[in-house]
């Protein structure tokens, strides 16, 4: 009788060991595997202006404004985790208290006409579910529609004299715009309108790991722009 409740108190200890490590296997999942945020904006003129065309948001058209394409952690060798946990997918009873002002700032633009969620709900569960450490899905948003209000590109832009009205300018007049009104340099990504043209299709400024403020980019994304670049009326 001993002997059976001694081997039985070791099946217990053994247990016990076997659900600490997957415990803390569990948490080592779920913690912090980036360094900092990419802040995506986007400018719809061109996101339209391009072969694959676009659907304007069954709400209507999208505002004369860059809106938001997403928040990417990422990490400093350049790479970034995606798609980090399919146990927690987009909800938008979660974010209803957002709706109407994403709907304005964070417009689909994808074919067919739709309300947004498919394109919030991409963003959620490739980006957002590998920053649950820091905010989750309701402050994924609210976070990342409060980082817009504090820096408006499109002011900024104006501001210098790049206007979106089709005309062309330099690389380095768009990033010191921005530079000059943010004080951080941004990554300016560039895509082809139907006749080939480079084009301004989005703007990527840093955010610290904890989402809380702008950084200085550790490390910037690869491609380019050319040296001329359309500004496409929206
Ligand atoms: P990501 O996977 O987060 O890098 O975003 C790229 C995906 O987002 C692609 O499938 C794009 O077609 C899509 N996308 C980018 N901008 C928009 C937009 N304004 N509306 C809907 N889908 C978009
Ligand atoms: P390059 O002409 O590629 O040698 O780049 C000259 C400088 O401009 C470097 O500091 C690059 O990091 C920067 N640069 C090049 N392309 C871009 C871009 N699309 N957005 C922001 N900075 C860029």
Avoid at 52 to 60: E, L, R
Avoid at 75 to 103: A, E, W
């Amino acid at each position: 009788m001993k002997m059976m409740m001694m081997i039985s108190n070791n099946n217990n200890a053994l247990l016990l060991i076997k659900l600490l490590t997957l415990h803390s296997l569990l948490v080592l999942a779920a913690s912090q595997d980036f360094d900092f945020f990419y802040f995506v904006q986007q400018w719809p003129g061109s996101y339209c202006d391009t072969k694959q065309s676009c659907c304007y948001p069954s709400t209507g058209k999208p505002a004369s404004d860059f809106g938001i394409h997403g928040l990417w952690p990422n990490r400093n060798d350049g790479s970034y985790p995606s798609n980090c946990d399919s146990t927690n997918p987009f909800d938008v009873s979660k974010i209803s208290d957002l709706t109407s002002h994403m709907q304005s700032e964070w417009p689909t633009l994808s074919c067919p006409s739709n309300n947004g969620l498919a394109f919030w709900g991409h963003e959620w569960d490739k980006h957002g579910t590998c920053s649950e450490s820091v905010l989750n899905q309701h402050d994924y948003f609210a976070t990342t529609l409060s980082l817009k209000n504090q820096i408006d590109l499109l002011q900024a832009l104006k501001s210098a004299g790049v206007q979106p009205n089709g005309q062309k300018y330099t690389l380095s007049s768009i990033k010191s715009a921005i530079q000059g009104a943010s004080g951080f340099t941004p990554w300016i990504e560039c895509n082809n309108d139907t006749s080939g043209n480079s084009q301004l299709y989005q703007i990527y400024l840093c955010v610290d790991s904890s989402a809380s403020r702008f950084i200085q980019c550790p490390v910037f994304p690869k491609g380019s722009c050319g040296s001329s670049i359309e500004f496409p009326k929206f």
